[in-house]
């Protein structure tokens, strides 16, 4: 059961413009969001998270919305940068499953130059 | 660099063989996760630790996965009687738990490959 969905397996965009990472979740019980970043061969690296009691949270370029009526979230990257080319990870948790994991199945971002 | 390590990063074993793979979790770091991931999908859970104390088994692992956290700090995955389907990127992470937070940070995986 597939509780965390990233309907988008692909996204490319252009350098300098908007990413739009969209993540949709099943599990009204999650209170905890993070976004992760993975690159061949290595391990996903936290990038930014959001709790439940808020609707939004920025970290530089990365900022991350969250919708809860509609269990939804977005991370939406500004400036888009080569550098940001990889697959992006969706994840939420809840207090009441001990904080474990669900992760979406990931888009592969790719920033044309 | 203190961030979580893996050993071994790459790992190919014959069908039926046992394996075993390690996970160095960040210092002060009380709880270890293994999560699995296959091709096209994300991390999936297995398991996790508080300190040395097992707390639950995800249903994906049957009776050949066994893990252990001896005296809290390092942590080994044991697969018994390899099948292909254990085929897989094995990655640990660990976190301060609930009292600092709830981001998580892998190590870089363990890539198996069962022939």
């Known amino acids: 059961d597939q509780q965390v969905k990233q309907n988008s397996p692909s996204l490319s965009v252009q350098e300098g413009r908007i990413s739009i990472l969209n993540c949709d979740y099943t599990n009204s019980m999650f209170d905890y969001f993070l976004w992760y970043k993975k690159y061949p061969a290595e391990g996903p690296t936290f990038l930014i998270s959001?709790?439940?009691?808020?609707d939004k949270n920025e970290d530089g370029r990365f900022t991350v919305f969250l919708n809860k009526s509609a269990k939804h979230l977005s991370l939406h990257i500004v400036p888009s940068q080569p550098g940001d080319s990889a697959v992006y990870f969706c994840a939420a948790s809840a207090w009441s499953n001990d904080y474990k994991l669900s992760f979406g199945a990931g888009t592969t971002v790719t920033v044309r130059a | 660099d203190t961030g979580v390590s893996q050993n071994p990063r790459h790992k190919i074993t014959k069908r039926g063989q046992n394996v075993t793979f390690r996970c160095d979790p960040i210092?002060?770091?009380?709880?270890l996760y293994w999560y699995r991931q296959t091709l096209g999908q994300g991390p999936e859970f297995l398991t996790y630790f508080q300190n040395e104390a097992q707390l639950e088994k995800s249903r994906l692992l049957s009776d050949r996965f066994s893990a252990e956290r001896p005296k809290g700090s390092f942590s080994t995955l044991e697969i018994q009687r390899t099948e292909q389907g254990d085929s897989a990127m094995y990655l640990c992470?660990?976190?301060?738990?609930?009292?600092?937070?709830?981001?998580?940070?892998f190590g870089p995986g363990t890539r198996l490959t069962v022939l």
């Open positions: 210092s002060e770091h009380n709880r």
């Open positions: 992470a660990s976190t301060l738990g609930l009292a600092g937070g709830n981001e998580q940070f």
């Open positions: 959001i709790s439940s009691i808020k």
